[in-house]
């Protein structure tokens, strides 16, 4: 990998992802708040698609989540999702309220298990592979934290084995499309080749 | 990690662990709490707990004889019953937690052990 660390992050040597100048400070900033609009956005939009089957959800605000962690680290993706959050709950009515609870939870469980994956695993597995962990562990965080509040006797757990097949589905199509996202963004830091006279 | 777009033989271990946890996390939370004992009353003997994941045939001694649960699959029914109506038998096969069985002429009790997460009946 280019940099251990990335642009932006409390200790970060000058080190960055290939051919990126360090980001910190207000430009870095700058790149968050809009990575959280478009977080934001995304999951505002995905809920205004009609979805035959209830809870189910591609989850595209977490492609954004993932590439601010390939891009500029750990924190900087905590930031992002809590920003998404935010927002996303503001427009869609649910601040504050249980769903915005179980979106909370299930973030902020993807967002730490991908940031240990990213941390730790770096040579074992694609952004695919990281998405698919962040969709896992964000399927059992939300049934654990529905249990817990709904004081069901963990009866809810029956549905872990649908949530991990969904989980399967979308951590796949999200690591697909933020791995895309990611060598675009690599493809347009690339220096412009000049054409030969 | 940033520029590796295909995946690695990580991310298809991980997709194969994926896809066996679901028929193995189906499988974990597929019994209902309490589903599990079978608690069993009869005079004189008074109450007994059997292992429902156990099969097995039981003979339970009452006043007016023997009567004969089995014990199958998880599921539970009464084979043979000394009492005059036959009801206990015509009750058929229980499984799940609430669901009972009883021959009242025999003083015998069968149930499972749990509270029963659906309703017995509904009127319209």
């Given at each position: 990998?280019?940099?251990?660390?990335?642009?932006?992050?409390?200790?970060?040597?000058s080190?960055?992802p290939?051919?990126?100048a360090?980001?910190?400070?207000?430009?870095?900033?700058?790149?968050?708040?809009?990575?959280?609009?478009?977080?934001?956005?995304?999951?505002?939009?995905?809920?205004?698609?009609?979805?035959?089957?209830?809870?189910v959800?591609?989850?595209?605000?977490?492609?954004?989540?993932?590439?601010?962690?390939?891009?500029?680290g750990?924190?900087?993706?905590?930031?992002?999702?809590?920003?998404?959050?935010?927002?996303?709950?503001?427009?869609?009515?649910t601040?504050?309220?249980?769903?915005?609870?179980?979106?909370?939870?299930?973030?902020?469980?993807?967002?730490?298990?991908?940031?240990?994956?990213?941390?730790?695993?770096?040579?074992l597995?694609?952004?695919?592979?990281?998405?698919?962990?962040?969709?896992?562990a964000?399927?059992?965080?939300?049934?654990?934290?529905?249990n817990?509040?709904?004081?069901?006797a963990?009866?809810?757990?029956?549905?872990?084995?649908?949530?991990?097949?969904?989980?399967?589905?979308?951590?796949?199509?999200?690591?697909?499309l933020?791995s895309?996202?990611?060598?675009?963004?690599?493809l347009?830091r690339?220096?412009?080749?000049?054409?030969?006279? | 990690?940033a520029?590796?777009?295909?995946?690695?033989?990580g991310d298809?271990?991980?997709?194969?662990?994926?896809?066996?946890?679901?028929?193995?996390s189906?499988?974990?939370?597929?019994s209902?709490?309490?589903?599990?004992?079978?608690?069993?009353?009869?005079?004189?003997?008074?109450?007994?707990?059997?292992?429902?994941?156990?099969?097995?045939?039981?003979?339970?001694?009452?006043?007016l004889?023997?009567?004969?649960?089995?014990?199958?699959?998880?599921?539970?029914?009464?084979?043979?019953?000394?009492?005059p109506?036959?009801?206990?038998?015509?009750?058929?096969?229980?499984?799940?937690?609430?669901?009972?069985l009883?021959?009242?002429?025999?003083?015998?009790?069968?149930?499972f052990?749990?509270q029963?997460?659906?309703?017995?009946?509904?009127?319209?």
């Amino acid at each position: 990998m280019a940099a251990d660390r990335r642009s932006g992050e409390p200790g970060t040597k000058s080190a960055a992802p290939a051919g990126q100048a360090p980001v910190h400070g207000t430009a870095l900033r700058a790149r968050l708040a809009l990575y959280a609009t478009a977080a934001a956005l995304l999951f505002v939009l995905e809920r205004l698609v009609p979805n035959p089957v209830p809870w189910v959800r591609l989850g595209l605000a977490n492609i954004v989540t993932l590439v601010v962690l390939l891009e500029h680290g750990a924190l900087s993706a905590l930031v992002v999702v809590g920003l998404r959050l935010v927002l996303g709950a503001f427009f869609a009515g649910t601040l504050l309220g249980p769903q915005f609870l179980l979106s909370g939870c299930g973030a902020v469980a993807s967002w730490g298990v991908m940031a240990a994956a990213v941390r730790w695993g770096e040579r074992l597995w694609s952004p695919i592979g990281v998405s698919l962990l962040g969709s896992a562990a964000h399927a059992v965080a939300q049934l654990a934290l529905a249990n817990a509040l709904f004081a069901t006797a963990g009866a809810l757990w029956v549905l872990l084995p649908f949530f991990l097949g969904l989980s399967i589905v979308t951590g796949g199509v999200t690591g697909v499309l933020a791995s895309a996202v990611v060598a675009r963004l690599a493809l347009a830091r690339r220096p412009a080749v000049e054409a030969a006279p | 990690m940033a520029t590796r777009r295909r995946p690695t033989a990580g991310d298809l271990l991980l997709l194969a662990l994926l896809i066996a946890a679901v028929p193995l996390s189906r499988r974990a939370t597929a019994s209902g709490p309490g589903s599990e004992r079978l608690l069993v009353r009869s005079e004189p003997a008074g109450v007994q707990v059997v292992d429902a994941r156990r099969d097995g045939e039981f003979a339970l001694v009452g006043p007016l004889g023997t009567t004969r649960l089995r014990l199958q699959g998880g599921a539970a029914w009464i084979v043979e019953s000394p009492c005059p109506g036959q009801l206990c038998r015509r009750m058929g096969r229980i499984s799940g937690p609430g669901r009972v069985l009883a021959c009242v002429p025999n003083r015998v009790l069968v149930q499972f052990e749990g509270q029963a997460d659906d309703v017995d009946g509904v009127s319209r």
